[in-house]
């Protein structure tokens, strides 16, 4: 099969620039990108990638595979190859350092302005602040995240305005902590994300659930989140 | 929280309401145009002044004009902050978009009250 992967190498190469090579795939089995990545990397030892779980939990070796973004290490060649040809870009949107790796500083950057992290401010009990399992069950299809960036690389919005859209992965996690009985910084969460861009530009376009490895909905929780900015306002 | 001191209400939510509403609005003035040339008498020019002479669609007009307006500035305001980001440029744009926007208000109410 071809595989045109995207190089770039800052030291060396003036522009980005796409390499074909033709790879045979041993035994002619259904293997993963990152296995195949693996097989090129073997070839030309200079190709860099991230790669760290290979079990999709990690999150490291989020990439576009023929225009899709996800997780090259459970995503089978026989769900991205079309007529025996595999493009492979790294995330869109964020700046390559080389090759298929990219810096996610910004991305952390919007996540970190969601404070993702419980806030509480009553003495906390002796052992642990507990939960009934219907408060718990809100945080199924949030706490699940895995700060990939597949979906917010997938987000024009986000491609637009990084640095001020938070994007689908940290609107996720924002309203995870919006949703936990055990947070009391609900009123303060929701007015500094009450500006024209940090919700708001989300305008619905769902590629996010179309791409999130782990079949999450950011689309659903940044509903939600207007709601709840709806319900407090008069 | 993003400080803008150019989108229509500063606030996400309340541009967002707007957007909706004014939408809700368009399209009811939409529907009932497309109903009343397609559903009514043929037209001729007396109908047409008699229609625009009554007080309530004259209301009606007006409050599709201001939700147009409202409408036009948050949607191009969105568009502007994504696509175009030297500052210069976009407040250029910005205020092209607004001064139109004002021009075709005016020019609307001064049509709707002059036949």
Redesign the interface.
């Known amino acids: 099969m071809l595989v045109s992967v995207y190089r770039y190498n800052p030291e060396t190469d003036d522009a980005p620039y796409m390499q074909d090579i033709h790879i045979d795939i041993p035994g002619g089995k259904d293997i993963m990108v990152l296995d195949l990545l693996q097989l090129l990397k073997d070839k030309d030892p200079s190709m860099a990638y991230r790669r760290s779980c290979r079990e999709g939990v990690c999150g490291s070796d989020g990439m576009n595979m023929n225009g899709l973004n996800g997780l090259a290490c459970i995503t089978p060649l026989s769900a991205v190859v079309k007529d025996d040809k595999l493009v492979l870009r790294p995330l869109p949107g964020l700046p390559v350092i080389r090759d298929l790796v990219v810096d996610m500083g910004q991305f952390y950057k919007a996540y970190e302005k969601i404070k993702p992290f419980l806030i509480n401010d009553t003495p906390p009990p002796a052992i642990e602040r507990l939960q009934s399992p219907e408060d718990r069950a809100e945080l199924d299809g949030l706490y699940e995240c895995i700060l990939c960036a597949c979906c917010s690389t997938a987000c024009?919005?986000f491609w637009?305005?990084p640095d001020?859209f938070i994007g689908p992965s940290g609107l996720l996690q924002a309203y995870r902590f919006l949703a936990d009985s055990r947070d009391t910084a609900t009123r303060e969460r929701l007015?500094?994300?009450?500006?024209?861009?940090?919700?708001?530009?989300c305008h619905g376009i769902m590629n996010c659930v179309n791409v999130c490895p782990k079949g999450l909905n950011p689309t659903k929780a940044i509903g939600k989140i207007?709601n709840m900015?709806?319900s407090q306002?008069t | 929280m993003v400080t803008s001191i150019t989108s229509f209400g500063r606030s996400g939510l309340y541009d967002w309401m707007v957007q909706r509403v004014t939408a809700v609005i368009l399209a009811c003035y939409t529907v009932f145009m497309i109903g009343y040339l397609a559903f009514g008498a043929e037209l001729t020019y007396d109908m047409w002044t008699e229609l625009f002479q009554c007080t309530a669609m004259r209301i009606f007009t007006l409050l599709t004009l201001l939700s147009f307006a409202a409408h036009v500035w948050i949607g191009m305001w969105s568009v502007s902050t994504d696509y175009i980001k030297p500052t210069g440029m976009r407040f250029v744009f910005q205020s092209v978009t607004g001064l139109l926007t004002f021009v075709y208000v005016a020019w609307g109410i001064q049509i709707l009250w002059g036949i």
């Open positions: 024009p919005s637009w305005n001020k007015a500094d994300l009450d500006d024209p861009f940090s919700v708001f530009r207007r900015l709806l306002a």
